[in-house]
């Protein structure tokens, strides 16, 4: 079997390419200090998103007062201040029906809400049932009764809007500190790639060349040319 040379001409000269030089990492732009920056920036804003959607649970979590309620068919005394509304709820078991009154305030003072807004604290579900909204300040006494067994609080009046407005905020800091720190991370990571290699360019030694080590020259051939 015959074995054909690969180099008719004699092997290929000129030796093979120099190494490309070592770039420190120290040496490329943007530092990667940037990489932290990233990772405290995206901390700070999930860590704003966290505090928000917490503060926001807890304002409506505390805005039922609990520590006063009363069962049904009891009376408890509140003060109201004028033209600030209150909401009275319910916990109960099933949809008894439900009636409250203060005796000291004037028809119209209390009225039923439009929608339906209920929480749970612990094991209890709270309802809001009736708003009071009292021409004068004072302390009023409310009495309220239930078909069925119940437990009545006073609160503050639901702010759905602002509650809503408060979690999406908190989910959008969320993403911001995905969205801002993957942007840094790749823009900072692409940079000093290229900077890497203008460096490479920079500072790779020019290519060496020397003479074939052996035998004729194998272009042009020798002799007159057409």
């Given at each position: 079997m015959a074995i054909q040379n690969p180099y008719p001409w004699g092997p290929p000269y000129g030796g093979p390419p120099p190494p490309l030089p070592a770039i420190p990492a120290r040496d490329l732009r943007p530092r990667r200090i940037w990489y932290l920056v990233a990772a405290l920036l995206g901390l700070v804003l999930a860590g704003a998103g966290i505090a928000v959607i917490v503060v926001t649970v807890k304002n409506?979590?505390?805005?039922?007062?609990?520590?006063?309620?009363?069962?049904?068919?009891?009376?408890?005394?509140?003060?109201?201040?004028?033209?600030?509304?209150?909401?009275?709820?319910?916990?109960?078991?099933?949809k008894?029906?439900?009636?409250?009154?203060?005796?000291?305030?004037?028809?119209?003072?209390?009225?039923?809400?439009?929608?339906?807004?209920?929480?749970?604290?612990g094991s209890r579900t709270w309802e809001r049932v009736f708003e009071v909204k009292p021409g004068s300040s004072g302390a009023?006494?409310?009495?309220c009764t239930s078909e069925l067994p119940a437990e009545f609080a006073l609160g503050d009046t639901p702010r759905v809007g602002a509650m809503a407005g408060n979690i999406v905020a908190g989910v959008g800091c969320f993403l911001a500190a995905f969205a801002v720190a993957v942007a840094i991370i790749v823009v900072t990571a692409v940079r000093r790639s290229r900077h890497r290699r203008r460096l490479v360019a920079m500072w790779a030694p020019p290519p060496q060349w020397s003479p074939p080590p052996y035998g004729?020259?194998?272009?042009?051939p020798h002799g007159p040319q057409p």
């Open positions: 409506t979590l505390d805005s039922i007062d609990t520590a006063r309620s009363f069962s049904s068919g009891d009376s408890r005394t509140f003060g109201f201040v004028q033209g600030k509304t209150k909401a009275i709820y319910v916990s109960q078991s099933g008894g029906r439900v009636e409250c009154r203060i005796p000291e305030l004037g028809s119209g003072s209390m009225t039923r809400p439009d929608s339906t807004f209920r929480i749970t604290l009023y006494t409310l009495t004729p020259t194998p272009w042009p």
